[in-house]
């Protein structure tokens, strides 16, 4: 009977974890799975603005975080990728290329007036300083680092990601690019609507 007794409690306290943990597995995450398809549905690349300066594109987009965070760790654990995205929520992210109207390269000597290894490590190393962003035309934020993403002639375009730090998820910004590498200038591009008023 005593062997019949631990058995029986041994089994009910097995039956309880298992549930307990399909309880903890099946959290709902529709609430968050829904959020993203409604920022998916307009675009995760959707604010695109662009400016053209003597036969130069420049090109600033802004992308929400969501999109790199599930670039990163896929969709599969939601309440996951919602957790980091509450850690990040304050970071802003902004894409930004420089093409040549007739596809040359842009860094190309005649455009900028140095070589162009010097071009290279500009966009490397410097060009961050020429970044920074308006936050409700009061507060001036200035880019916290900037990736230069080498195409190594590939593509006609060259294209650096800005990263902005502690920006209200709800403000809208304006970034400004004072030209120091082909001096075309003070350029401004105004994000109007943040993504996350349908966001977290």
Request: with cysteine; charged share 30%; net charge neutral.
């Amino acid at each position: 009977m005593k062997i019949v007794k631990t058995f029986f409690t041994a089994f009910s306290l097995l039956l309880l974890l298992s549930c307990a943990k399909d309880k903890k597995g099946s959290i709902d995450d529709s609430e968050i799975r829904e959020r993203y398809f409604n920022l998916e549905k307009i675009g995760w690349k959707s604010k695109v603005y662009n400016q053209k300066v003597d036969k130069i594109d420049f090109t600033a987009t802004e992308v929400p975080i969501q999109y790199y965070l599930l670039k990163d760790k896929g969709n599969e654990n939601l309440i996951f990728v919602d957790s980091l995205y509450e850690q990040n929520k304050r970071e802003r992210v902004i894409e930004f290329t420089f093409q040549q109207e007739n596809e040359k390269d842009i860094l190309d000597s005649e455009n900028t007036g140095i070589s162009y290894e010097d071009g290279v490590k500009y966009m490397s190393f410097s060009i961050e300083k020429d970044f920074m962003v308006v936050v409700n035309q009061k507060d001036t934020i200035p880019c916290s680092a900037a990736l230069f993403e080498r195409s190594y002639k590939i593509t006609p375009y060259q294209k650096v990601m800005l990263f902005f730090s502690n920006i209200d998820p709800n403000a809208k910004i304006q970034l400004i690019y004072k030209d120091n590498l082909f001096k075309k200038g003070t350029l401004k591009f105004q994000f109007k609507d943040p993504f996350t008023e349908i966001a977290l």
